[in-house]
């Protein structure tokens, strides 16, 4: 006799595959997503030529340069969590519309005043891309395995395309013009917004309540004081400038998180931090971001100012490391999907991240291979990490709050980035300062470039020594970074085994 079925149990229905559909829908995401990456770092050669043509003050030359960055961190958790009300799809061809104008006004700019406010809009847009693709990447691949795949290329599209930004920029100005730097980003924005339609599903939290406006100003007086102050530090030193906004900033980030825990309807849902291993995943990318933008202060200085390479030169070798790295996310996957578990897998990654420092604090002034080896390991750990916090956090969060939780993970980072250069800038600065003779002239004690700047003034020999004294005082503070930074990711090695040794994928 057969049992009657028990209306009270229930089967767990299995995640649908995602087929050719969501797969080509990953591809057009993946364009803007590139381009929005590279926009961090496409004008590091147009400034030389846009200085020429609109001739901006110093002022308006460092804004030209900052503003993209800040206005895209001040308004991530902003944008996610409107993308969760008005749906992510919406938001990311709105998004890709203002982007592309922003780059038509950008590129065709006649003041520094026009060129900063459209990379301002750029900002804006890319502020709607990033949280919304992630986001949209979370709702299109329902299963554990496809999704971590498409997050481990997500991952490695994001990596590559700060890198490629700066190439990029660089051939584009030797054949074209400095706006030929933005008019690229005209073509993936035009097929977003003619596929996303047809490809992408619309998505959002189907009972979002009111929209929290009071903490619209209140995240970006928490982030943009922080990250302008954790910016310039490393360049300027520990002034009380940059430290009062680092101050204020924390004071108003306290202020939002007060108010997300006692509004009715908060912007960033406490809830959030309840999913299982969301909190951890968040912490762990800051590190890894912590970890990538800290080492880079000194790599791109080193193969410049060090080893005497021009910058096109510079970031042509810098392209190199890129090449482990589009195997690192795919690779950290499969192990987790073998059986590996994912608290061993982020684990060895920060552990690989380690051996990169350790290899950067073991470079004199005319090590170029290592150097490059030490970039292409540290980077392959640390994007090891991200792939699978990235995929950890999106399981952790419900579907309908994925723009949120994109938009956390994505502030996180910059915090992360900012704290990174700022501690190991500041480590290596400390180290430079003390290192240079200090009979140099104070110009020289404040930067290798100013340092060598001076010696270029200096007759013969002297020029020389100081050039050759510079040259070792920075290498000096880039070991000591190396040392600080493998100390680091030790410690987030062992924090990622304590917090994620009981967390499985499924449990995710």
Known sequence: MTNPPNPLRTTPTPAALAGRREWTALGVLMLPLLLVSMDVSVLYFAIPAIGADLEPTGTQQLWIFDVY?????????????????????????????????ASVVAAYADSAETLIAARAVLGVGGATLMPSTMALVRTMFTDP?????????????????????SVMSGVLVQYFW?????????????L???????????????????????????????????????????????????????VVGLLFAALF????????????????????????????????????????????QYLQSVLGRSAMEAALWALLPSVPIGMAAPAATALVHQGVHRAHVVTAGFVIGAAGYGMLALAGTDSLWLVLAACGVLASGIVMVISQVTDLALGAAPAERAGSASSLLETGAEFGGALGMAVLGSIGTAVYRHEIPSTAPAEAHET??????????????????????????????MQA?????????????????TTLRKIRVEDA
């Open 69 to 101: 960055a800040f206005v895209l961190a001040g308004l991530l958790m902003t944008m996610g969590s409107i993308g969760d009300r008005i749906g992510r799809r919406k938001l990311l061809l709105i998004g890709a519309a203002a982007f592309g104008t």
């Open 145 to 165: 395995g496809q999704r971590a795949k498409a997050i481990a290329m997500w991952s490695g599209v994001m990596t590559a395309g700060i890198a490629l930004g």
């Open 178 to 190: 400095w706006g030929s730097v933005f008019l690229v980003n005209l073509p993936a924005m035009v």
């Open 192 to 246: 977003l917004l003619v596929l996303g339609p047809v490809l992408l599903p619309e998505s959002k939290d189907p009972r979002p309540g009111r929209f929290d406006w009071p903490s619209v100003p209140l995240s970006m007086a928490g982030v943009l004081p922080v990250v302008y102050g954790l910016k310039e530090i490393p360049t300027h030193g520990w002034h009380v400038r940059y430290v009062a906004a680092v």
């Open 257 to 300: 998180v007060h108010r997300q825990r006692t509004t009715a309807s908060p912007m960033i849902s406490p809830a959030l931090f309840r999913g299982r291993g969301f909190a951890p995943a968040v912490v762990l990318n800051l590190l890894s971001s912590f970890a990538m933008l800290g080492s880079a202060f000194f790599t791109t």
């Open 448 to 477: 290798l470039g100013g340092a060598l700047a001076v010696a270029a003034r200096l007759p013969g020999h002297a020029g020389d020594a100081l050039a050759t004294a510079a040259r070792e005082a920075f290498t000096s503070g």
């Open 481 to 497: 970074a190396g040392i600080a930074g493998a100390v680091l990711l030790a410690g987030a090695a062992v924090l990622a085994t």
